[in-house]
């Protein structure tokens, strides 16, 4: 769940708790334990809730709709834009009762191969707290040298470019065709970044040095 960026979590019932064992197993993201609610009932873990989804991998002769977790994540993210919501999970062993999935409003699925369908609880939680991350706009931050180049900086490139050219006759301007359209197409595609302009424009910079020189 820390991970994700997703710290609210309610125990319900559980065999021991607290345990030294589970500190073991948070690996550090023990602010999550500190604040566990503990909770006799399922709902009693659901007061307050407005949208709950129980998370099973077997199919239910249950009145709550049916989806994946892809699903089941985005229509979630968007109830808790003003209410908030719950991911129920069943214990390792026997899962969740038909009776606690009938509480929820929706019963969602991680789609795996149906000859291997066994998947541990820990690894359920991460797949599912994977999708609501990516539901909210999760992504990976963008390195400080690995920034896209703005528009200005693009341009005067090309400006650079088209004057290198020139320079070095490659280009005539008197009959140009359509080489630094072209030029730019190829350019466009490769969404460059500041420092792929910076190395590019060293590069035109180094040739017209080394002309001067000849």
């Not at 319900?12 to 345990?19: C, I, K, L």
């Not at 709709?65 to 699903?71: L, N, T």
Request: charged residues 20%.
């Amino acid at each position: 769940m820390r991970t994700m960026g997703i710290t609210d979590l309610a125990l319900v019932n559980p065999e021991r708790y607290p345990d030294p064992q589970t500190q073991w197993f948070a690996a550090g993201a023990t602010d999550v334990l500190a604040a566990a609610r503990v909770c006799a009932t399922l709902d009693e873990a659901l007061q307050g809730t407005k949208f709950a989804v129980a998370c099973s991998a077997r199919q239910r002769d249950v009145a709550v709709p049916m989806v994946d977790v892809r699903a089941a994540a985005a229509e979630a993210t968007e109830v808790a834009q003003l209410h908030p919501v719950a991911f129920v999970f069943g214990n390792e062993t026997s899962g969740l009762s038909n009776d606690e999935v009938a509480r929820c409003n929706l019963l969602a699925s991680i789609p795996v191969d149906p000859a291997f369908s066994s998947l541990n609880v820990a690894a359920a939680v991460q797949v599912f707290c994977y999708e609501l991350r990516m539901a909210c706009g999760g992504t990976l931050p963008v390195p400080k040298d690995e920034q896209l180049a703005t528009h200005e900086e693009v341009e005067a490139f090309y400006g650079h470019l088209e004057s290198t050219m020139m320079q070095t006759g490659f280009l005539n301007p008197a009959h140009p065709r359509k080489l630094m359209l072209r030029l730019r197409r190829l350019f466009g595609r490769s969404r460059l970044q500041v420092e792929e302009v910076n190395i590019l424009r060293g590069i035109l910079s180094s040739l017209i040095s080394s002309k001067k020189r000849d």
